[in-house]
């Protein structure tokens, strides 16, 4: 047989075979092994100079523990792979897979764009960190504002997540990365809602896909990391130095999970799909839920894009409560036996949340007061969770 990954181009061929280790004298295992190290060793003098001199050159070589060897390697292939990019880069979390890219990218006197519906950490992360280096980080509302008016001489980056993670909303991406590319400026991608899988940012003519591998990646609820995928070697370098300023390392068993999760992520994702599909129709005909966000319904605002760019959607659904208040929204998450109250998502469990009001007031795209409930819907039999959501309205009735 050819090596793994000549048999077919279908992406999902592919991601199964990305990263996969070479055989040596004829056999060797499935999976890439697990190598721990805290630093390298060299043959000779000679080696080392030689290594470092290519690293430095910007090929991606380790010289020290903190870089990954292996295990790190093929899963950066498989992540290149998954985001069509040039190169991947580990964070030990999503949110520090964003912060390197605003510090890669931003320096004092910048200007960055930055969509209003954004993980909210990202506003936080402007407060306590970019503000005091003299970055200026400044929000529009994709919907409502021309970003083509909003650059500056001094901007530098375009950040956006589509969809956003709390409703969903999702954003023209080819025509914002046009504008921002006729300009010069770079566009970062957060891809966590589609786990890289259902949308590829940078075949849309964004230059970073951001992930928190965290989330559908991992997808069994029990690692924390990030990646930053980009699409060009000059990116490649800026982001480089910036990860190494930051001493950013993941240690190579969570780096063998993520790489794990990868293999199954279509499958996982087709399943997350079709029951969140279910539950978002049968929370659409409730009488106690005034609208649901879900891009794959028809009626979702962000459904003719989603269809146009998108190949699924994920396993997150909100809804907004018909009538009712916070109280009424704590007592029914309180209510659910089957869904775990908590925050993140991505693995194979349900969970809930109730959204934050100042959060959702931060997005333009809607303005109602009703409690919002995130839902992700995992992979239980989808006919519990029903029946779950399903007592927790009876018990709460407003
Ligand atoms: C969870 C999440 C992150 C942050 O990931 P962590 O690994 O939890 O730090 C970033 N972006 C989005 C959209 C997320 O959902």
Redo the contacts with the bound molecule.
Sequence with gaps: MSAPGHHSDRAATRLLHAGAPALRDGAGPVNVPVVRTSTVRFASQQELDARHHRRAAGERIATYGRHGLDTHQALEDALTTLEGGHRAFLAP????A?TLVLLGLLGPGDHALVSDSV?A?VRRVDKTLLQRLGITLEYFSPAHDDLDARIRPETRLVYL?SPS?LLFEVLDLPRLTAIARARGVPVAV?N??SGGWFLQPLRLGANLS?Q????YIAGHSDV???AVVVDSPALAERIASAHEALGLTVGADDAYLALRGLRTLPVRLAQHERNATEVAQWLQAHPQVGRVFYPALPEDPGHALWRRDFSGASGLVSFALRGGDASRAAAFVDALRLFALGA??GGYESLALIAAPERLREHRSWQGDAPVIRLHIGLEDPRDLLADLDQAFHLTLA
């Design positions: 979390s999503g949110l520090s964003i993980y950490p997540e993670s957060d966590t809602w951001i928190a591998s965290t989330k924390m990391q990030g993140s998502w």
